[in-house]
């Protein structure tokens, strides 16, 4: 995680650079010059930004599959369906007696 923080501060430190060099040299340098620098800029930093995305994605550990089932079963135990919240709501059919068995299983 510390890593990642160095890789935005030198991305912010490369940017606030390239901006002090594109705005304290536009009145010297032609308009033409100044876009072709701006638009290099621009690239490179885009490609840094690209790098960095995908050294991140191939840093990033798989997640067990054990992982992503609790996951999921925790999320299932946590959502509360209407039934449960409301047995007794209009037009919801009362549940049925505990031990008495379902009349298709008979």
Not at 44 to 62: E, F, G, I, Q, S
Not at 66 to 89: I, K, M, N, S, Y
Request: charged content about 20%; some cysteine.
């Amino acid at each position: 995680m510390r890593g990642d923080v160095g890789q935005w501060v030198r991305a912010g430190l490369v940017l606030t650079l390239l901006g002090e060099i594109l705005l304290g040299q536009s009145g010297l340098l032609g308009e033409a010059l100044a876009g072709a620098v701006a638009l290099a800029a621009t690239t490179a930093v885009c490609a840094a930004l690209l790098a960095c995305a995908v050294l991140t994605a191939r840093a990033a550990r798989p997640v067990p599959p054990t992982r992503v089932r609790t996951a999921l079963r925790e999320r299932a135990l946590r959502t509360a369906f209407l039934p449960q919240r409301d047995p007794d709501a209009s037009g919801r059919p009362r549940p049925r007696a505990p031990g008495r068995p379902a009349p298709a299983a008979g």
